[in-house]
């Protein structure tokens, strides 16, 4: 994005866009680097895309909503912008009706989809899991996948190596969520995709579907605004209209489900309140909540490599430098949940989970795959045994 912003040959933003863009995304950096100071520099903020959207989002919308950080005199700068770009607009726009903000949130999405469509050629990490349901029997497992992702990798390689994920999706249609014995017998993989997917888009009947699934008449019936149909992650998100709704109380529900005891969160920031509230709520008693990802917590944590270091004769668990342990994850997430600026009700939001509801495990998603799915799953068999025996010392008699 920044690449875009100063290259003057790249004409994807009008030159107010641009400027508009630079006065963002160095308030976000004021008010991250702001944040992180608020915690004695304990934890480190750093300002993402979501960010940016939510941002716009609140810009848009700031008749309703205090568009923090841009408050008092900073407010004015939106107003200038917002008439240059009227100016410039009139013309040499293809959305002349856009306001500023919303050009660029219709712009930054464009931009987003076209990025979620160039997968990685190479997606061999993956391997790995496919061997792992090939090698066992359906009747024994079957994965539950609940994704923030946008993207299509699980889908595109799973469907080339013939396990086609169930999404919710009947000949193109939404139809809802389904029981496990109504969905197709033989799939081995269930995947619900919390913030929309690239492929879906909304019509003016407010049915959604697979764009690829489309014929010409229901093509020209798409709204703009919601091709594709996504949502960011931040912010308030109490949607009751489909498919979001529905997703999101199914995940609720599997979560506080009494035959799920382990959620393994691969490569999650924790930057949004809405599903932390729900996990958090979850894991209790003999939960546990898994997190994998190579660069996550507070900065004590990090070694003199700049992340966090797995053991790997631990099941990869992390090695926590001295005077540190869980109860600083535990911290970290917490000043998630308090800041006002992940959501517009903070003090409605959970705070507490147990250290002991929680094991981290630095590596990528590509080491963890290989490592823990390799070998029909036998390490992964061996971790969740240990917390097996753990419960079963820890059960009263």
Known sequence: LRKRIFDEQDTTFSKTQKEALKFLIACLQYHAEWRTMETASGFAFMPNIEELALLIRRIRNRENFLPYPITGN??????MLESEYSNESKNNSEYPEDALFESLERVLKSLLKNDWFQINSDLSYLNPLLEFIQNTSIDDYKFEIFTLNNDMVIENYFSVNKEIPWRGFINGRWQGIRN???NDPYGRIDLYKLHGSIDWVRLEDMDVWEVEKL???KKE???DKHNPYVIFGQGTKTFSVEPFFSLINHFNNRLNSSS????FIIGYSFFDPYVNNLLFNAVKGF???????????PEKIFTKDKKPQPGPDNFFRIKYPAETNQGDLTDYLREIQKNSFYSELPEFNYFTISAENIEYIPLPTKDFIREFFSNNGDLLFEFIKVF?????ISRPF
Request: no cysteine; hydrophobic share 30%; aromatic share 12%.
């Open 215 to 217: 014929d010409d008449e």
């Open 388 to 392: 097996e025996e753990e419960k079963e």
């Open 74 to 79: 900073w407010a004015d700068k939106l107003v």
């Open 287 to 297: 939960k546990k909540l898994i997190i994998v990802n190579p660069n996550f917590g």
């Open 221 to 223: 019936n798409i709204q």
């Open 180 to 182: 496990d014995t109504q």
């Open 260 to 263: 799920k005891d382990y959620f």
